[in-house]
């Protein structure tokens, strides 16, 4: 058996693995053609307060270079804004508004939590886009390993 199926850490003791999860959900638009939307998900939680909020479900795109916020969760998170007046963020072929800043996500599993990190983020305007984890500051920081078809997905932090 290889570490992934025995479930020990390929960097050392010291290291957290966080599973992830697939999805799998049907379009009306791909149904005809058999086909199924598959995302990598993560329970992600935002510093709040004094603590962390509730679990939102978010989607790793490791094709988004920064990851992306609705309002709805980090007008309740602490944040800091980067950039001045609205910027204009391509997203899936099309333009949508909001701002740099950071915010403080952690990720789990139910059972591990990741360290918490600080990510750069396009903090949206509204709530027209789901919760992205992209690239920088996030993916850069774990080893990602991924078998779909294997049913086994996670991060690595050491």
Known sequence: MDN?????????????????????TTTLELFQFGIDVIRLTASVEFQIGTGWSEASNA??????????????????SKH??????????????????????????????GINYS?????????????SYPLLLGFEDFLTKADLYCSYSQNIAYLEFT
């Open 80 to 109: 800091l804004f980067r950039s001045g007046p609205d910027s204009l963020i391509p997203l899936g072929g099309s333009i949508a508004t909001g701002k740099l800043g950071t915010i403080t996500v952690r990720i789990h599993d």
């Open 4 to 24: 992934a199926t025995t479930g020990s850490s390929l960097r050392g003791p010291d290291s957290v693995r966080v599973q992830l999860r697939f999805t799998t």
């Open 115 to 127: 360290p918490s990190l600080t990510l750069n983020a396009f903090l949206m305007n509204d709530d």
């Open 59 to 76: 989607i790793l795109d490791t094709g988004m270079y920064l990851s992306v916020v609705p309002r709805y969760i980090w007008e309740d």
